[in-house]
């Protein structure tokens, strides 16, 4: 486990001139360049723009008992604010957060509400439906691979919204799809990736942490395309990524500090952040992307946003198990 503790200018928009204390639990690694690293960046983006005293703990294993003792921790030391940083922590974070009333509690990516707990989610599963549809149009065998790790409530919406979106543009495409078990192990996501590969695979979607390396490895050596979460990826692998689908998540736990440091914060309710905001929501598209997919593409943005496609994230279908 390690912890940090950074702090900053009074934040002058709060009535006592006292500053913001923000604390977070990330269930992971903050230098995994996905998910976790996203999660940081929003919390030192807490402190660079309200002016705020931020802490950390990282390097939880996503188990509900560790992760409900790192949240204690944090708010033993009364802060205004805990945030949470994925849907992984809901149970602990219901839990907790009923233990310090005084405390308020934010889960990003949760689905978790209570008098002083509230969730804010970016909509990843929008920008997921969106790549899902672009892989429709693109895949050249007709079959397309989805790969992430634990099964928690955000990674599942995004993998039903990716294959909605495939089935809206694609209906005959061949969908492979597993949760292998671990964000992390690039190992593991080396030999699942392989296999969904050889089982025809020549675009799949990784929504994986620090265990994507494995995957463009795997990916990089047969010629096959990698769609990305979370963060733009082409310019890290443009060889490999021809498509991601960026869920800005930092955003969630800055939105709800501002929330805080504005006076706006209410317990019990469930914030969400979709396509219409595309600093938060997007699919980036690599420059080798066909200009008609693109317009294609543009087209069912706009659909998603007007009401006119209701973005699904339900999936009972096949999976693959490793």
């Known amino acids: 486990m390690a912890a940090g503790l950074l702090a900053a200018a009074p934040l002058a928009a709060l009535a006592d001139d006292s500053k913001l204390t923000v604390s977070m639990l990330l269930a992971g690694q903050i230098d995994d360049k996905g998910f976790m690293e996203a999660g940081y960046n929003g919390l030192t983006a807490i402190r660079d723009e309200l002016g705020a005293e931020i802490s950390y703990i990282d390097g939880i294993k996503p188990e509900p008992e560790l992760l409900a003792g790192a ?12 945030i949470a940083h994925g849907g992984q922590n809901n149970e602990a974070a219901e839990t907790v957060a009923a233990e310090f009333p005084d405390v308020k509690f934010v889960v990003v990516q949760g689905a978790v509400t209570g008098p002083n707990l509230s969730s804010y989610e970016v909509l990843q599963e929008e920008s997921a439906w969106l790549a899902g549809a672009a892989a429709g149009l693109m895949t050249k065998t007709g079959t397309v691979g989805h790969i992430s790790g634990i099964r928690v409530k955000p990674g599942l919406k995004g993998r ?9 543009t694609n209906a005959d495409a061949t969908f492979l799809t597993t949760f292998a078990g671990d964000q992390d192990d690039n190992e593991l996501s080396y030999r699942v990736a392989s296999d969904e590969i050889e089982k025809g695979a020549d675009i799949i979607f990784t929504m994986l942490n620090a265990g994507r390396t494995g995957a463009i490895e795997a990916m990089r050596e047969h010629g096959v ?5 979370v963060r733009d990826w082409y310019p890290d692998h443009p060889d490999v990524f021809i498509a991601s689908a960026i869920a800005n998540v930092s ?4 939105e709800a500090a501002k929330d805080l440091a504005e006076g706006e914060w209410q317990g019990g309710r ?12 997007s699919l980036a598209l690599s420059p080798d992307v066909p200009e008609d997919v693109r317009t294609r593409v543009d087209e069912l943005r706009q659909k998603i946003i007007d009401g006119e496609i209701e973005v699904s994230t339900e999936y009972d279908g096949p999976e693959l198990s490793y």
């Open 251 to 254: 955003i969630a736990g800055l």
């Open 270 to 281: 469930i914030v969400k952040i979709g396509l219409s905001n595309p600093d938060a929501v």
């Open 225 to 229: 395309n990698q769609i990305g979460n």
């Open 160 to 168: 039903g919204g990716f294959y909605h979106g495939l089935m809206h």
């Open 71 to 82: 949240l204690r921790e944090l708010a033993e030391k009364k802060p205004d604010l805990v």
